[in-house]
């Protein structure tokens, strides 16, 4: 079930009738649309996963998407033609859709490409086809993304992480004290290690002897996200959002992420915390900028909950996951924001090269999702459907694999009543699930 008529609706309202980001760049002439149409190009956005690539509007001249077949690709398809739908057995992924065939009668040379995650194969699928991707470089998202390299790119900014240590697994020392063992690699809490132990900790080194971690301290509290876009000279801060973390029944990971509230931080942060906040973000976007960086990218802060300290978890040197739904909740606001733009438009604009004349994302204060993930006890779900107004989306997947996704549900309200606690409209979600 996909209820997407409000937001298509109003993402028409704001790009169409108001004179917001895309009608202001054009009434200067710097619009990327004019500048597309003059050099006969368009922008392919290419990904697994169609809600990816659908924060602007979908009667966006220029603007394709490229994607697997799904019952939401195939519902927005019926409303624009500037959706092409690759039918494939089974679900492919960025790479196996640059390389269909289809794709390559539709992508010419120098269109621009763009995908939710670069890598070495995606930019030597482009630069065979002669197109244009739009990303950062690959091999810099991965300095910055890896728990090991990041440490070594932060330099003085490494000083927002928690205590920390970066070593060969087997030379990690127990002290008594419980820590966070990562790898170079993890992904919404893939890859994370809550050691508790000396066995535990023996145990990974058994296995892992030769591998570099990091470890860090462990820190007590809630964890908050958002998504920035390094644009031009500046970094555009969005709007923080409390993530929702390891919550039976959605997932059976301590550290695995299965959703973002956005109205929850303004109940637990301060105006200390939040000026906090945006320097450990100004700082990174700064650096960013100064290696070539250009759009989005996210991080994750814990707040210790005894100390009130904020420290800084991980650095996503990509488009987050939650960019979408977030660029949609700022198109329901009110015109009061219409100087402003949202973080998605913000990043087609920075990718782009095009110069902001405001850099002010839409101010969000509501509106949450969560994923519920494959676990041991939930393999697969029918189709849900739960009757409350707040709730605008719910996506289904056909996933398997453990802690992959299966359905994510999507609510213009608030599902946290605080840290870790579900209010009402959560427990509705959580018990239709079970």
Not at 223 to 239: D, I, L, Y
Not at 302 to 328: C, D, H, M, W
Request: with cysteine; proline share 3%.
């Amino acid at each position: 079930m996909v209820n997407s008529t409000v937001v298509n609706k109003a993402i028409s309202k704001r790009l169409i009738k108001h004179r917001l980001f895309f009608g202001r760049m054009r009434e200067k002439k710097i619009n990327f649309l004019f500048r597309m149409r003059v050099k006969n190009t368009k922008v392919f956005y290419v990904c697994r996963d169609i809600e990816r690539a659908v924060g602007a509007g979908l009667d966006l001249n220029n603007y394709f998407i490229i994607t697997n077949k799904s019952d939401l690709s195939q519902k927005l398809a019926k409303q624009t033609s500037n959706i092409i739908i690759i039918n494939n057995k089974n679900q492919l992924n960025t790479a196996e859709l640059l390389n269909h065939t289809e794709t390559k009668k539709q992508i010419k040379p120098k269109d621009y490409v763009l995908v939710f995650k670069n890598n070495s194969i995606v930019e030597k699928i482009c630069k065979e086809n002669k197109w244009v991707l739009l990303n950062p470089k690959a091999e810099l998202g991965e300095q910055i993304e890896s728990k090991v390299s990041q440490v070594a790119w932060l330099g003085k900014l490494a000083k927002y992480l928690p205590p920390h240590k970066v070593d060969i697994c087997q030379n990690i020392k127990w002290n008594n004290a419980p820590f966070v063992l990562q790898f170079n690699h993890s992904h919404t809490g893939s890859g994370i290690f809550f050691i508790k132990s000396k066995k535990e900790l023996e145990k990974l080194q058994n296995k892992f002897a030769r591998r570099p971690v990091r470890t860090m301290e462990y820190i007590n509290g809630p964890v908050f996200t958002n998504n920035n876009v390094v644009w031009g000279n500046k970094t555009s801060m969005g709007n923080i959002s409390y993530q929702i973390t390891g919550l039976s029944p959605f997932t059976e990971n301590k550290f695995t992420t299965i959703g973002n509230d956005w109205a929850l931080p303004n109940k637990i942060l301060d105006k200390k915390q939040i000026k906090q906040y945006k320097k450990i973000v100004t700082d990174i976007g700064k650096k960013l900028n100064n290696d070539g960086w250009k759009g989005l990218f996210g991080v994750d802060i814990i707040v210790n909950e005894k100390t009130g300290q904020l420290y800084l978890l991980e650095i996503n040197a990509r488009q987050p996951a939650s960019t979408t739904f977030e660029s949609q909740l700022q198109i329901l606001q009110d015109e009061t924001e219409e100087s402003k733009t949202t973080t998605f438009e913000a990043h087609l604009a920075a990718v782009l090269g095009i110069k902001p004349t405001n850099t002010e994302l839409i101010t969000i204060n509501n509106g949450a999702q969560i994923v519920q993930r494959v676990t041991s006890k939930i393999t697969k779900l029918n189709k849900l459907t739960i009757k409350n107004p707040a709730i605008i989306n719910i996506l289904n997947y056909n996933n398997t694999a453990l802690g992959a996704d299966l359905a994510r549900i999507q609510c213009t309200q608030s599902i946290m009543e605080k840290h870790n606690t579900l209010n009402a409209l959560g427990k509705t979600i959580s018990i239709s699930i079970c």
